[in-house]
């Protein structure tokens, strides 16, 4: 009971903070309305914008006309967005989501973080070279052309963004698992030899008085123990090369 007890305490915490990643990334150019502030995370996402006509494309008719009103327009929005969730006209991508010990899906958000800093960049881009477009217009027809151009132009970014984080940073992570797995296989690792050290501080993790890490320490040692080999790995995975 006494193991079973340390063993729960000290991967329910761990678990626990690598569940939670999946919040999306957020969208700095976008703050809740003030509606969707004053009420809770469940009532909020029923609303809408009642300001902005919904629309599903920044190509759409209806976005045109917003952009020709503002270049800095933005999107629709239903409240705050939730765990996971992706707004498709929106520079986010939510955090991939682990329960298991793997740092290449640290590598892989990375990416994706990344990704959402491109498009935000681009965007910003469209947005200023629609600034200078409608500057130099006298009449409605001109600044719609000018916004129907930069409808396509944000649209292009959503659909870069859309490859970098599928694609490209899934291709991060191929390559990330795949080193990781020949380290583990060149310094001779395995969890068979590893597991009878990382049990034992598995079990004395509850015995800690006061702020001694007693975990971290004997983690330490038995990382000491097997040079070149992730002991995290025999704790709370799978060794490198065996899940796939």
């Given at each position: 009971?006494?193991?079973?007890?340390?063993?729960?305490?000290?991967?329910i915490v761990?678990?626990?903070?690598?569940?939670?990643?999946?919040?999306?990334?957020?969208?700095?150019?976008?703050?809740?309305?003030?509606?969707?502030?004053?009420?809770?995370?469940?009532?909020?996402?029923?609303?809408?914008?009642?300001?902005?006509?919904?629309?599903?494309?920044?190509?759409?008719?209806?976005?045109?006309?917003?952009?020709?009103?503002?270049?800095?327009?933005?999107?629709?929005?239903?409240?705050?967005?939730?765990?996971?969730?992706?707004?498709?006209?929106?520079?986010?991508?939510?955090?991939?989501?682990?329960?298991?010990?793997?740092?290449?899906?640290?590598?892989?958000?990375?990416?994706?973080?990344?990704?959402?800093?491109?498009?935000?960049?681009?965007?910003?881009?469209?947005?200023?070279?629609?600034?200078?477009?409608?500057?130099?217009?006298?009449?409605?027809?001109?600044?719609?052309?000018?916004?129907?151009?930069?409808?396509?132009?944000?649209?292009?970014?959503?659909?870069?963004?859309?490859?970098?984080?599928?694609?490209?940073?899934?291709?991060?992570?191929?390559?990330?698992?795949?080193?990781?797995?020949?380290?583990?296989?060149?310094?001779?690792?395995?969890?068979?030899?590893?597991?009878?050290?990382?049990?034992?501080c598995l079990?004395?993790?509850?015995?800690?008085?006061?702020?001694?890490?007693?975990?971290?320490?004997?983690?330490?040692?038995?990382?000491?123990?097997?040079?070149?080999?992730?002991?995290?790995?025999?704790?709370?995975?799978?060794?490198?090369?065996?899940?796939?």
């Amino acid at each position: 009971m006494r193991r079973a007890g340390a063993v729960a305490a000290v991967v329910i915490v761990t678990l626990a903070a690598a569940c939670t990643r999946a919040a999306a990334t957020p969208d700095p150019s976008i703050a809740p309305t003030a509606a969707a502030a004053s009420v809770s995370p469940s009532a909020a996402v029923s609303l809408v914008d009642a300001a902005v006509p919904t629309f599903a494309a920044w190509t759409d008719d209806v976005a045109t006309a917003e952009i020709a009103k503002s270049c800095h327009a933005k999107p629709p929005r239903r409240g705050p967005l939730q765990e996971g969730e992706r707004d498709p006209l929106l520079c986010n991508l939510p955090w991939m989501q682990s329960c298991v010990y793997n740092p290449c899906h640290q590598k892989a958000d990375e990416c994706r973080g990344a990704c959402g800093d491109t498009c935000r960049t681009c965007d910003d881009a469209c947005a200023n070279t629609c600034d200078s477009c409608k500057g130099g217009c006298k009449d409605d027809a001109c600044r719609s052309a000018c916004a129907k151009s930069t409808g396509v132009c944000k649209q292009a970014c959503l659909t870069a963004i859309d490859h970098c984080g599928t694609a490209d940073c899934s291709a991060v992570g191929r390559a990330c698992y795949a080193e990781e797995t020949r380290k583990w296989k060149s310094h001779g690792c395995s969890c068979n030899r590893i597991r009878p050290c990382t049990d034992k501080c598995l079990e004395n993790a509850g015995k800690c008085t006061g702020d001694e890490d007693c975990f971290g320490k004997c983690k330490s040692a038995c990382a000491a123990r097997f040079p070149g080999c992730d002991v995290l790995y025999c704790i709370m995975g799978s060794e490198p090369g065996l899940d796939r």
